[in-house]
């Protein structure tokens, strides 16, 4: 894909051509189908999200009468790697990768968010994230895309970029009330927030503050500061020219599900996490020839001291053009595949149906 930056500095780049997944998808396809075997739902991420969330529990009760200082070593070193998981693993509830019923689904991820402690967060992220899918790049619509107002503060200054890394999941808040066509709050936020509010104050009076504390300390590090934070820069930064998504094929991968492999996980979002691999060895000719950060440290580094990447280093586009989900599409206009994009153009004013 083509891309051109705007003239002049402090603005986004403007790609050439269009969310490129579902064209490539439908190449792949077309030239090996038996890619569509791979689609379906993974159980055993139900049982891993029972485990890690026993896991987050289980530190927090180990860790109740620690003092500070260990709570938060605990949590920044071995927490942030859990937190990291449940939210891959929410993810993977948000495109119902679990179970068949998008309400369990739903309720799974509750169950992923309870030692994340941020209430509604789950359901919240599963209303936004899809947005991401279906208007990648798109500013009024995918929070993945920095704020003008954000990018401009931050510029490209080393400290502030180091600052903007370290407390994203304070950033991350700021994004979503732009968003167009989104409901902010409705009967399943409500739900999320109270059940995770009563977690949270159950962790508090029955183990002690500093359980509570070692898994605010494990959110937050899950998400800003690096090296996990990294992967908000890996998976759509244009580092690359003429790539709008990249992947991660490092070592992480093993702990953190997959979500490194992220253009597959774009191209075939109805792929569970441990079937990703397979879709790049099945069409290596697809993303062989893409490059890919090996490092999210590393990424991290080159991100806060390189002064040509800032939060400008992104494609930015004014509409999706004919990109449609097919989660969006009535019964009747779905292709084959279920969840992976609409392959063929839709015609103006074709019906589409809302997400979330």
Do not use: C
Not at 146 to 154: D, G, Q, S, T
Not at 308 to 331: C, H, M, W
């Amino acid at each position: 894909m083509s891309q051109s930056p705007t003239v002049g500095a402090g603005e986004f780049y403007r790609p050439g051509n269009p969310i490129p997944h579902g064209g490539r998808a439908k190449r792949i396809l077309q030239d090996h189908p038996e890619v569509r075997t791979l689609i379906g739902r993974n159980l055993t991420t139900f049982w891993i999200t029972v485990g890690i969330v026993l896991f987050q529990v289980g530190m927090g009760w180990l860790l109740r009468d620690s003092p500070w200082w260990m709570v938060l070593g605990a949590g920044i070193l071995i927490g942030s790697l859990a937190d990291h998981a449940l939210w891959v693993i929410i993810h993977e509830y948000t495109h119902n990768l679990v179970f068949r019923s998008p309400r369990a689904n739903t309720l799974g991820g509750m169950l992923a968010n309870f030692p994340i402690v941020v209430p509604g967060g789950s359901v919240f992220f599963q209303r936004y994230h899809m947005k991401h899918h279906a208007y990648l790049g798109v500013y009024d619509h995918d929070a993945d895309v920095p704020n003008h107002w954000e990018a401009r503060l931050v510029g490209n200054s080393t400290w502030r970029k180091a600052l903007w890394l370290l407390l994203f999941p304070v950033v991350q808040l700021t994004r979503p009330p732009r968003l167009k066509e989104l409901k902010p709050i409705d009967r399943w936020v409500v739900i999320n927030f109270i059940v995770q509010m009563t977690f949270n104050a159950a962790v508090f009076f029955l183990i002690g503050p500093a359980a509570l504390a070692y898994l605010f300390v494990s959110f937050f590090f899950s998400i800003g500061g690096a090296p996990l934070g990294a992967r908000w820069i890996q998976e759509h930064y244009a580092i690359f020219p003429g790539q709008e998504t990249n992947d991660y094929y490092g070592w992480l991968n093993r702990i953190q599900l997959n979500i490194g492999y992220h253009n597959e996980h774009h191209d075939f979002p109805s792929v569970p996490w441990n079937k990703l691999p397979d879709v790049k060895r099945i069409a290596p000719e697809a993303y062989d020839t893409l490059r890919y950060h090996p490092s999210w440290a590393g990424l991290a580094w080159r991100f806060v001291t390189d002064p040509k990447i800032s939060l400008y280093t992104r494609n930015v586009r004014p509409d999706r053009g004919d990109f449609r989900l097919a989660e969006e599409l009535p019964d009747g206009m779905k292709g084959a595949g279920g969840a992976t994009p609409e392959f063929a153009p839709v015609e103006p004013g074709a019906p589409v149906l809302p997400l979330g």
